[in-house]
């Protein structure tokens, strides 16, 4: 297992790129896809099911479209997150904890990585504003625990 050290950083950074890539690369096929089937949806004797059929083409390619906005701006963030070396909980902070490990950059979630378990938290999220600030050895309290700092990168 990796040690939770600077290298473990630039990794976790590369995987939330990688899986925002992953997503706004899925996203657009759906969009074509969704679009082909729009262009390819004749009009036909069928009616108003034909026309509830495109209306529904039409909702899911709003969707999408959203999707894909919310992807390529979460991509932007985490390209703009710096990654050096930092001593307090802020953007770009990786924070060790007793109760795990927080990657303060963007609403992602948890991800894996070498088998660690990190959860990539926007500062503006919850946990995020408590941890804002937060030194080694600092204690913070979120949902009735305790969150003692162990380490900052």
């Known amino acids: 297992m990796l040690a939770i050290d600077f290298h473990f950083k630039e990794l976790l950074h ?16 759906l969009l074509e896809s969704s679009q082909q ?20 083409i039409h909702i899911e390619l709003e969707n999408q479209t959203k ?19 930092m001593k ?15 990657y303060m950059a963007v609403g992602m979630g948890k991800v894996i990585l070498n088998h ?17 600030g937060a030194i080694v050895n600092d204690c913070i309290h979120f949902n009735d625990q305790e969150y003692k700092i162990k380490k900052i990168l």
């Open 67 to 85: 999707q894909l906005i919310a992807a390529r701006k979460t991509s932007s963030l985490l390209s703009q997150v710096k990654i050096n070396p």
């Open 14 to 29: 590369q995987l939330c790129l990688s899986i925002t890539e992953d997503k706004i690369s899925r996203l657009r096929k």
């Open 37 to 56: 089937d729009l262009n390819t949806a004749t009009k036909s004797t069928a009616g108003d099911k034909h026309e509830t059929a495109r209306a529904m």
């Open 88 to 102: 307090i909980a802020q953007l770009g902070a990786l924070i060790q904890t007793n109760k795990g490990l927080f």
């Open 116 to 132: 660690k378990d990190t959860y990539v938290i926007s500062p503006a999220s919850p946990i995020g504003q408590k941890l804002l």
